[in-house]
Nanobody
Framework: QVQLVESGGGLVQAGGSLRLSCVAS?????????MNWYRQAPMKQRELVAT???????NYADSVQGRFTISRDNAKNTVYLQMNSLKPEDTAVYYC?????????WGQGTQVTVSS
């Protein structure tokens, strides 16, 4: 069973940066998973923030384009989300997700709070 553990969240002032990490365990084929970062703010639906494919292609939500960068290190079974120029509206619980065909795995989330 694949397990995902996020870390790196915290409290930061507007304009600051954070780097989130998501480590996958229980799999030897991490490189074959499409990895996503999602976020969910209070009283809002979970939204897709960023995607990185097995080939390294990336895609971002319009709201974070140019500020966030997703990357992966397959040797470490880890996906990252570098978040720069943070805004109060980025405040949310951030989740990583692993997708391989119909198999979907979620982490437990890490809280990011951006103060104005």
């Amino acid at each position: 069973q694949v397990q995902l553990v996020e870390s790196g969240g915290g409290l930061v002032q507007a304009g600051g940066s954070l780097r989130l990490s998501c480590v996958a365990s229980g799999t030897s084929i991490f490189s074959t998973y499409v990895m996503n970062w999602y976020r969910q703010a209070p009283m809002k639906q979970r939204e897709l923030v960023a995607t990185i494919t097995t080939g390294g292609s990336t895609n971002y939500a319009d709201s974070v384009q140019g500020r966030f960068t997703i990357s992966r290190d397959n040797a470490k079974n880890t996906v990252y989300l570098q978040m720069n120029s943070l805004k109060p509206e980025d405040t949310a619980v951030y989740y990583c997700r692993a997708l391989l065909w119909s198999r979907i795995y979620w982490g437990q989330g890490t809280q990011v709070t951006v103060s104005s």
